[in-house]
């Protein structure tokens, strides 16, 4: 396998970090992009390893950070909370627009090597989402699997909406051991001017290509209701929804991976199978 770090840059000079990992060789291969969640990364916890899987089995994977991710100069870690204050739904489409157009107009590392007219999609959380999304947009979108998708990018009620305006920020708590971050009144102004481009049921609903729907059943960040309900809308000829017993948001991980749990082996084996009957190899 070869394992190769690059950096896309936007016209404002924000960065996309991004890992590719193909097999070796000469092999044209297709590429699977995998999108992080939020408060993800490209280096958390399962998704090197998912990379790592999918290149074993025959995919060149591209996994890739959200330039406001808050990943700055440590890969581990969210340590950049200033950026992080600043990303919203605005910039991540902006994001996937430019991954996806350096993908498909040979802008990558080994890019030779790379089968463009089917390419998969696998996103963790809100990215999975996104995902489903950015299909109905590029056509060359031929597979998408799902990892605790969300239905809705409106998460917030009333009350939460107020308050952020009024405080100017809202406060994004993490880990016991970690302080929050927060996210300025800009995220929530985005979230309501991009509400046509980000309903996802409804693009679940017109979708004419094979999605996978993965959610774990103990899922409380992302209920398996909403696994659910983006299920209900899609197409049973083309689509699947399975559940993953035992399984949380995260599949029974944490960050660093150390040994994969076993609702991951099976989230990764799903999504393994699931790309190799549904594109070319």
Same mark, same amino acid.
């Given at each position: ?111 030779? /090597? ?46 939460? /909406? ?18 929050? +971050? ?7 102004? !985005? ?11 409804? !693009? ?33 000829? +083309? ?25 991951? +082996? ?12 549904? +594109?070319? /190899?």
């Amino acid at each position: 396998m070869i394992e190769s770090d690059f950096t896309l840059s936007h016209p404002n000079q924000l960065k996309v970090r991004c890992t590719l990992r193909i097999p070796a060789g000469k092999g044209i291969v297709t590429p699977v992009v995998v999108a992080h969640g939020f408060l993800g990364f490209k280096d958390w916890g399962f998704f090197p390893y998912l990379g790592r899987r999918l290149s074993e089995s025959g995919f060149a994977a591209i996994t890739f950070n959200h330039a406001l991710s808050g990943i700055e100069d440590n890969p581990w870690k969210i340590d950049d909370a200033e950026g992080f204050s600043r990303n919203s739904t605005t910039q991540e489409l902006r994001d996937w627009d430019l991954v996806m157009d350096a993908l498909l107009l040979g802008r990558m590392p080994l890019a030779d /090597r790379m089968r463009l007219n089917a390419v998969g999609a696998v996103g963790h959380s809100r990215g999975g989402s996104y995902a489903i999304l950015l299909s109905r947009q590029v056509p060359q979108i031929a597979s998408i699997v799902t990892w605790g998708a969300i239905r809705s990018f409106d998460r917030f009620d009333a009350e939460t /909406r107020r308050r952020w305006r009024h405080q100017g920020f809202l406060e994004v708590p993490r880990e016991e051991h970690e302080a929050p +971050l927060r996210m300025t009144v800009a995220a929530l102004e !985005a979230l309501e001017r991009n509400d046509h481009r980000l309903e996802v049921l409804k !693009a679940v609903r017109e979708s004419t290509i094979p999605i996978m729907f993965l959610h774990g059943r103990r899922d409380r960040r992302v209920p398996l209701s909403e696994g659910e309900r983006l299920w209900q809308r899609a197409d049973p000829q +083309l689509c699947r929804f399975h559940i993953i017993e035992n399984a949380g948001h995260t599949f029974q991980t944490r960050h660093p991976l150390t040994t994969p749990s076993l609702p991951l +082996l099976e989230a990764v084996s799903r999504t393994i199978d699931w790309f190799r009957n549904t +594109l070319p /190899r």
